[in-house]
């Protein structure tokens, strides 16, 4: 069965260092999605992505966070200057053009010291 | 603007039990509602989804969801508490703006003691 896949699932950054999160939607999917839980936290959305371009972002989504599609199977998202409150679990979905579900990936975890 | 509550952040329940995480809503919309099971240290597993259809949606594992309009509440049962079952659960509704976001209930961790 297709699954959504992120790497790296661990990564240690520095305060003010740029980091990219990686992601690879199921194939057929158009829709895709950012969202974060911070520890202990529900999970929050961050943007989303149709058509090459963002379709909705939430207020955390600011200057510092942004997205692309580089190729036709990678989904990024790239933080400019890591802040410590950063550090959460990343999750990439995707969604079918018909579908009313998000499928998620397993996730990476951002550790900013 | 759509929410999800979810009542409870913590059910203990025995093994074998009856497992009853409550899940309430609130949309201008129709609603389109899902259980996600999110075991430790792994991602986010779709138990079930409801999308007008039945209003008593059947899931993996044995779980099950009734969506009551009335009460605008869906919330989660299985029959039968498993230690395998033990984990968080997130409700959640789709959002009717732009993308479709999922809007993600605080999450109701359950424990099954032996």
């Known amino acids: 069965e297709p699954e959504v896949t992120q790497t790296p699932s661990h990564q240690v950054t520095q305060m003010g260092q740029e980091v990219i999160l990686r992601c690879v939607p199921i194939?057929?999917?158009?829709?895709f999605y950012w969202y974060r839980q911070i520890l202990g936290q529900k999970v929050e959305f961050l943007v989303s992505f149709y058509n090459n371009e963002i379709s909705e972002k939430s207020e955390i989504f600011d200057d510092q966070f942004s997205v692309e599609r580089p190729d036709g199977s990678n989904f990024t998202l790239k933080i400019r200057s890591t802040k410590l409150e950063d550090s959460a679990m990343y999750f990439c979905?995707?969604?079918?053009?018909?579908?009313?579900?998000?499928?998620f990936g397993p996730g990476t975890r951002l550790t900013v010291t | 603007a759509q929410s999800v509550t979810q009542l409870g952040s913590h059910v203990s329940v025995s093994e074998g039990a009856l497992v009853l995480l409550r899940c309430n809503y609130s949309?201008?919309?129709?609603?389109?509602l899902f259980w996600y099971v999110q075991y430790p240290n792994q991602g986010l597993q779709l138990l079930l989804k409801y999308t007008s259809a039945a209003t008593l949606v059947k899931g993996i594992n044995g779980f099950e969801a009734e969506f009551k309009k009335s009460e605008t509440s869906f919330h989660l049962t299985k029959p039968s508490a498993h230690m395998s079952d033990a984990a968080e659960y997130f409700c959640?509704?789709?959002?009717?703006?732009?993308?479709?976001?999922?809007?993600f209930g605080a999450g109701t961790r359950l424990f099954v003691k032996a």
């Open positions: 959640a509704v789709r959002g009717n703006t732009g993308g479709f976001k999922t809007i």
């Open positions: 979905a995707s969604r079918r053009d018909t579908g009313y579900e998000q499928y």
């Open positions: 949309s201008s919309v129709p609603p389109y």
């Open positions: 194939s057929n999917h158009l829709y």
